[in-house]
């Protein structure tokens, strides 16, 4: 050989410095997972930087809060699952460089989760969405909202339709702030009782009654309406869980349409 030539390993990782930096980048990204940041260099995924994950996160969680919430409000009432046959996702508004096709990921993990015994992630839920014959779109438009930016998921079933808004004040306050035609303020967070209802004055004080009576307490509340004397949907974020007996009281009020308990 010439005198002014190096020889390499082929493979530059075989190299002792090069393992040992595998070894602690693979190291970080486990305890980064571990403490619920975004997964980094993913197989199959998107692969984004540091500071891009770490800006998506709050948009992230949204989108499976809202997939979560979707896919329990699509169960009967005996709580049997009923089948999704297609899901919509939009973006309004300006979502700088989040990566949307990750958070369309995110919102088939929540729909998905509550339905499957087997883990569900952004890397098989596109895959066990096919598979359950899941039609996924998704779209953007950049016209003014409300909010400056705004995550809408439209599911289908056999029964019909509902869309489901969410938004992001500053950096990581999500909120559900629609749901169908009905303007909501909603931190999706914990146990919760959604009703529709007759807007008529007894029925959100009969509620609080069966919930005070069985020592239930509640976190917040919010009432969305389209006209007075109409249908009213009202959320109830709860301290605690209830059990089935205690719902169906609450469905048994006069006036009282359907109730549903969600866990978020």
Do not use: C
Not at 80 to 95: C, D, H, K, M, W
Not at 198 to 220: S, Y
């Amino acid at each position: 050989t010439a005198p002014n030539t190096i020889l390499t390993p082929h493979l530059g990782a075989s190299t002792e410095e090069a393992q040992v930096n595998v070894a602690i980048d693979i190291s970080e990204q486990i305890a980064d997972v571990l403490t619920g940041k975004p997964a980094r260099s993913a197989v199959n995924m998107p692969s984004l930087s540091a500071e891009s994950l770490v800006s998506a996160k709050p948009y992230l969680l949204l989108a499976e809060k809202i997939g979560s919430l979707q896919s329990q409000l699509a169960r009967e009432l005996d709580g049997t699952g009923r089948p999704i046959e297609a899901v919509e996702v939009l973006y309004s508004g300006n979502f700088g460089k989040t990566p949307t096709g990750l958070v369309t990921r995110s919102v088939l993990v929540g729909i998905l989760a509550p339905i499957l015994s087997d883990p569900v992630n952004v890397v098989n839920a596109p895959t066990l969405s096919s598979q359950r014959g899941i039609k996924v779109t998704e779209s953007a438009t950049v016209r003014p909202t409300d909010y400056t930016i705004g995550l809408t998921v439209k599911i289908t079933t056999n029964r019909g339709t509902r869309t489901v808004t969410g938004t992001v004040f500053g950096e990581s306050d999500i909120r559900i702030v629609q749901i169908d035609n009905y303007r909501v303020d909603i931190s999706p967070w914990g146990p919760m009782v959604l009703t529709s209802h007759n807007d008529r004055p007894g029925i959100i004080g009969a509620v609080g009654t069966l919930l005070g009576e069985n020592k239930i307490n509640i976190a917040g509340m919010n009432v969305g309406r389209q006209e007075t004397g109409g249908t009213a949907l009202m959320a109830l974020l709860l301290d605690d869980a209830i059990d089935q007996e205690l719902l169906s009281k609450i469905r048994n009020i006069a006036g009282m349409e359907t109730a549903k308990y969600v866990q978020l």
